[in-house]
């Protein structure tokens, strides 16, 4: 079964930057689709971005312009960076594949 290992979060404060990561423990060449969601405290979980196989993008509107997600298939692993960051970025990111979730890294942003 697939493990995925997600680090890079902190406190940071607004307008700052920070990079997470998301260690895949099988080959990502040929999986189709990787993406972030992040849960804030009180709220549902929701999808922050999507990488497919052939590198194509989407991203949530409230993020768009501020973070990008990539994957480097031969360290198997998948980055979001993070900038301009906002309180309201404030939550537990997940990296998701295949339906499974890793245990989730804390960002939380401040004043």
């Known amino acids: 079964q697939v493990q995925l290992v997600e680090s890079g979060g902190g406190l940071v404060q607004a307008g700052g930057s920070l990079r997470l990561s998301c260690a895949v423990s099988?080959?990502?060449?040929?999986?189709?689709?990787i993406n972030w969601y992040r849960q804030a405290p009180g709220k549902q979980r929701e999808m922050v971005a999507t990488?497919?196989?052939?590198?194509?993008?989407n991203y949530a509107d409230s993020v768009k312009g501020r973070f990008i997600i990539s994957r480097d298939n031969a360290k198997t692993t998948v980055y979001l960076q993070m900038n301009s960051l906002k309180p309201d970025d404030t939550a537990v990111y997940y990296c998701?594949?295949?339906?499974?979730w890793g245990q989730g890294t804390l960002v939380t942003v401040s004043l």
């Open positions: 099988e080959s990502i060449f040929r999986i189709n689709a």
């Open positions: 990488i497919t196989s052939g590198g194509l993008t």
């Open positions: 998701n594949v295949h339906g499974l």
